[in-house]
């Protein structure tokens, strides 16, 4: 199985109110984010076979707005081992769940999102081996244990690099 690990789009400020925050959605920056990595994404002729997602609300934006532009047209699945709270004996049993999917996307939440990735890169490592930013995906080939990272994309690198792909070659030059 390949898996992709998303972190939820930027949300702005985090609120003091837990209720607040938990219906808190995604800030303009964040629907860019979402749209420029879908693009990438799809770019890259991704396609998910299944799409699971916190049940709060910024995560669920992020896997719908990353799933519409990769052609994702199924129901997403909610999964309370993407909140927040979820544990990692709650997250393996999600893995054992998605054992007939090829392509899986997991939308989810820092703290645990980015332990649940270093555990499944390095079981063995107390501390942090990879650093996951709001709307940082990591592609994740599944089939043995550990897992191995394939690619990681930061949302810092997709902007610079549309940044550089829509620049003109050659620069403009007046005629008279």
């Known amino acids: ?20 925050d938990q219906k808190r959605s995604l800030d303009k920056e964040g629907k860019q984010q979402c749209i420029l990595l879908g693009q990438t994404l799809n770019a890259l002729k ?8 916190s049940p709060l609300k910024r995560a669920l934006q992020t896997a719908a707005l990353v799933g519409t532009e990769t052609g994702y047209e199924k129901k997403i699945q909610l999964s309370q081992a993407l909140a927040p709270g979820g544990t990692w004996s709650d997250f393996q049993r999600l893995l054992d769940g998605l054992a007939g999917f090829e392509d899986v996307l997991l939308v989810g939440h820092s703290p645990n999102l980015p ?11 107390t501390g942090p081996i990879v ?16 897992a191995k990272l394939q690619w990681l994309l930061d949302p810092r690198i997709l902007r610079a690099v549309q940044a550089i792909s829509t620049k003109r070659s050659r620069a403009k030059t007046a005629r008279k």
């Not at 789009?9 to 837990?18: D, E, H, P, V």
């Open 131 to 146: 650093r996951v930013r709001k709307g940082t995906i990591a592609a994740l080939n599944m089939q043995r244990r550990p």
């Open 1 to 20: 199985m390949n898996l992709y690990i998303l972190r939820h789009a930027s949300a702005g400020q985090r609120k003091s109110n837990t209720i607040l």
């Open 46 to 53: 991704l396609q998910f076979d299944c799409v699971l997602s």
């Open 115 to 125: 332990e649940f990735l270093n555990r499944l890169l390095c079981p063995d490592t």
